[in-house]
């Protein structure tokens, strides 16, 4: 009880103005949290006839320490609640449930296997704006289900993170638009075993004795599908080494190099950048025999994306340089990442 009593802390609103948002709700059946927009539950052979709340602030303060597998005793009073963990008791004041929402499911959802799921999220995610108050669409994660197979992506204009799951249709076609700080939730939920069911307006999680439950966003997305025909018209095509790619450019963003020159001769690729008058190169050997090519690139943008990616990706520049765009693809992923003209 101890470890579900603290996840539930992690999921409660914590400065809403509606007091029983900021608490755990606890039952003898089940605990319960949320806040405006997602709800945690989860189910256990509870004391008979609690049901409580108390502020997830203090109770998590209180449960540190504690071993995850500590049986918790919880016995109610008027106004307050005596948790009793081993040696340790504790008395908390109680507030009332009311205005705690409930996020209902309504329909019937469409499943992805969350170990599927895991690593799309988390590479769309990569590639979302933390805050674009110009174009808000730009810090949603879009899960698209159609015909031609299971998607996500993620873009904050100047680069577009694109995975196709290896999975079936799961019987259906949707479109839904998941905020970036909740795809990052339920890619850390997939991972711990939980699967996804989807529809327009929610996401639901379940896992063991668990459910997470969040709203969806409406949002006026660009077509990321034409995003895709970009590298059949590319002109420059060869194949690297992910890891030795990522080093290099990190190894210039560590120098404060914004952005990095890449040149693609017969056979190798060749990093440079400067800042303030520190210079970075470096050479790698790479699969090409083409003409020469160069394009400038924010490092960071590619180095974020290469970790997904296998140890030989197929990179694409193109169909024009400076400006690229550069593509970098490797099975499931596929990275677009704008050029910059300096």
């Not at 939980?194 to 063991?208: G, H, N, P, Q, T």
């Not at 694409?316 to 990442?337: D, Y």
């Amino acid at each position: 009880m101890k470890a579900q009593l603290a996840t539930l802390c992690g999921y409660a609103a914590r400065r809403s103005p509606i007091a029983a948002m900021n608490c755990v709700r606890i039952t003898e059946t089940w605990g319960y949290a949320c806040d405006a927009v997602s709800s945690m539950r989860t189910t256990w052979d509870g004391p008979k006839g609690v049901d409580v709340c108390v502020d997830a602030g203090l109770l998590q303060a209180q449960l540190t320490g504690i071993p995850d597998d500590q049986h918790i005793q919880v016995v109610p009073g008027q106004g307050f609640v005596h948790l009793h963990a081993g040696r340790r008791k504790l008395k908390l004041r109680t507030i009332p449930p009311d205005g705690m929402p409930e996020i209902l499911v309504k329909g019937e959802p469409l499943k992805l296997p969350g170990a599927d799921l895991e690593h799309a999220l988390k590479f769309a995610v990569d590639a979302c704006s933390s805050v674009n108050v110009a174009h808000p669409h730009f810090t949603n994660v879009v899960i698209d289900i159609g015909a031609d197979g299971v998607w996500t992506v993620g873009s904050d204009s100047y680069r577009m993170h694109i995975w196709k799951l290896d999975v079936p249709n799961p019987g259906g076609e949707l479109v839904c638009y998941v905020p970036r700080n909740l795809a990052k939730r339920v890619a850390d939920l997939c991972k711990q075993g939980a699967d996804v069911w989807l529809l327009k307006d929610r996401a639901i999680c379940r896992m063991k004795d668990m459910e997470f439950v969040c709203m969806l966003v409406g949002a006026a997305w660009p077509n990321w599908r034409s995003v895709m025909k970009v590298q059949n018209s590319a002109k420059v095509h060869f194949k690297a080494g992910a890891k030795q790619l990522a080093g290099a450019l990190i190894g210039a963003k560590q120098i404060g190099v914004k952005f990095a020159t890449l040149q693609v001769a017969n056979g190798e690729i060749k990093v440079t950048g400067d800042a303030n008058g520190d210079e970075f190169e470096q050479t790698l050997d790479i699969d090409y025999g083409g003409d020469a090519a160069k394009l400038n690139v924010n490092p960071s943008y590619v180095a974020d994306a290469l970790p997904h990616m296998d140890e030989m990706a197929d990179f694409s520049i193109g169909p024009s340089t400076p400006g690229g765009p550069l593509i970098i693809k490797s099975f499931e992923a596929t990275a677009v990442i704008q050029g910059a003209r300096i």
